[in-house]
């Protein structure tokens, strides 16, 4: 039953337009982030090395919060879909 279900997200999730922006839009950040110093990630300053311990900590902290927002925005889908289809019901306890 799990592989159905997963199987059926990602298929949907393939037709949809966000996964190709999100994707494109990280690749982007990480690349441009690492190739020129006119785009930082989660700040810095001009005498800090972009391989420094702390530029780095600074930099995954930045991208794991827009992967918060990222995971947040595909787990929503399913829920309003299942306002949307009736089957609310049957996945989230009785609210009256």
Known sequence: M?????RF??????RQPLVYSVTAV???LTFLATTTPNVTL???TDSLNINAPFAIMQSLAAMSLLCVFTAITF???PV?????YGTAE???PNQG
């Open 80 to 84: 309003i879909r299942d306002y949307d």
């Open 75 to 77: 787990s929503a889908n």
């Open 26 to 28: 990280f690749f982007l």
């Open 90 to 92: 049957l996945f989230l």
């Open 42 to 44: 989660g700040g810095g």
């Open 2 to 6: 799990f592989w159905h279900v997963f």
């Open 9 to 14: 997200e990602v298929s949907y999730h393939r």
